[in-house]
């Protein structure tokens, strides 16, 4: 059982910047990706990022979010941080971390092949 927890989520003015954090405990597997997703109001959760762990060890970005977001891993924190910057209101969203063990790379985009989800945090730009 992997419990994941999320922090750093807030209220950021146009062209802000964020640092998103996702702590993790149970995980022991070393084949496995962690994720960043959001949900806006009245949408359905979109894939934001990856990084998944399989021998090496591959990061995956959303289209839309290329260039503004930052996905990597903290080893002296055991964090996987999410780095926002060039913040917009379609940016606004809550953020949830996922984990999902073995996962190919065709699934990492998929929210239903991550078992195991953090309760989210709040991402709100707006001036």
């Known amino acids: 059982q992997v419990e994941l927890e999320e922090s750093g989520g807030g209220l950021v003015p146009p062209g802000g910047s964020l640092r998103l954090s996702c702590k993790a405990s149970g995980r022991s597997a070393s084949n496995y990706a962690r994720a960043w997703f959001r949900q806006a109001p009245g949408k359905e959760r979109e894939f934001v990022a990856a990084?998944?762990?399989?021998?090496?060890?591959?990061?995956y970005y959303a289209d839309s979010v290329k260039g503004r977001f930052t996905m990597s891993k903290d080893n002296a924190k055991n964090t996987v941080d999410l780095q926002i910057d060039s913040l917009n209101t379609e940016d606004t969203a809550i953020y949830y971390c996922?984990?999902?063990?073995?996962?190919?790379?065709?699934?990492?985009?998929?929210?239903?092949?991550?078992?195991?989800w953090g309760p989210g945090t709040q991402v709100t730009v707006s001036s």
């Open positions: 990084i998944r762990w399989s021998g090496g060890v591959t990061t």
């Open positions: 996922a984990d999902g063990p073995r996962l190919i790379a065709s699934s990492v985009r998929s929210p239903s092949d991550y078992p195991y």
